[in-house]
């Protein structure tokens, strides 16, 4: 696993960015990637040349906050193992990031919006294993992301929903169920949506 150690850039803000950037995007039933079956992906990024996002309700079933601490050999000083890694996407699977509440930024950090921040560096890994990072985050490994173009045409051609973001189902330790609710904040039952086609 990799993530930065010495960010030589300033915190950069994408609170006045257009497209979806800070929203969710949920995969819909017909979705034909096996990878992204009922993803939640809360979009970072999202611009002309491109978007990123990361995938936020895949919980890791064999990868710890702590034993991410110990492969950068970080010793916790306060307990966090109740902070969730997450398969972020496929995208460079090794690569960590960690997406947080904007009380908690540094350089390098990139500020979505007023609530929500994304850092990539060891700083920030520190501070939580310290006990004074942000009030609230969760971990990644890999990303998701899309060339120009590529993300509006998935969703002209129904592979995904966007619905504005919450930060309360974003840090929700209920990973599992983040897609049935992301679903319901728009009054959605997903049941009915099996084998539909529409437009998202």
Not at 16 to 30: R, V
Not at 70 to 97: E, N, W, Y
């Amino acid at each position: 696993m990799s993530i930065e150690n010495d960010p030589s850039t300033p915190a950069v803000s994408l609170k006045d960015s257009p497209y979806l950037t800070g929203q969710f995007l949920i995969a819909m039933p017909t979705m034909g990637d096996p990878r992204f079956e009922k993803s939640v992906i809360y979009i970072c990024h999202h611009a002309p040349e491109g978007a990123m996002g990361l995938i936020v309700n895949k919980p890791m079933q064999d990868l710890k906050f702590p034993d991410v601490l110990q492969q950068l050999k970080i010793t916790p000083s306060a307990p966090c193992d109740q902070i969730m890694v997450h398969r972020g996407g496929p995208v460079a699977p090794a690569q960590g990031f960690v997406l947080h509440s904007t009380d908690f930024v540094r350089k390098g950090s990139l500020i979505v919006n007023d609530t929500v921040a994304l850092s990539a560096t060891t700083d920030i890994l520190r501070a939580m294993a310290a006990g004074f990072g942000p009030k609230r985050s969760l971990m990644a490994l890999g990303y998701s992301g899309w060339g120009k173009g590529q993300l509006d045409s998935e969703i002209k051609q129904n592979a995904w929903l966007n619905v504005p973001a919450d930060d309360d189902l974003l840090f929700s330790p209920s990973g599992t169920d983040k897609w049935n609710r992301a679903m319901a904040k728009i009054g959605i039952n997903p049941s009915l949506l099996s084998g539909v086609a529409g437009r998202a």
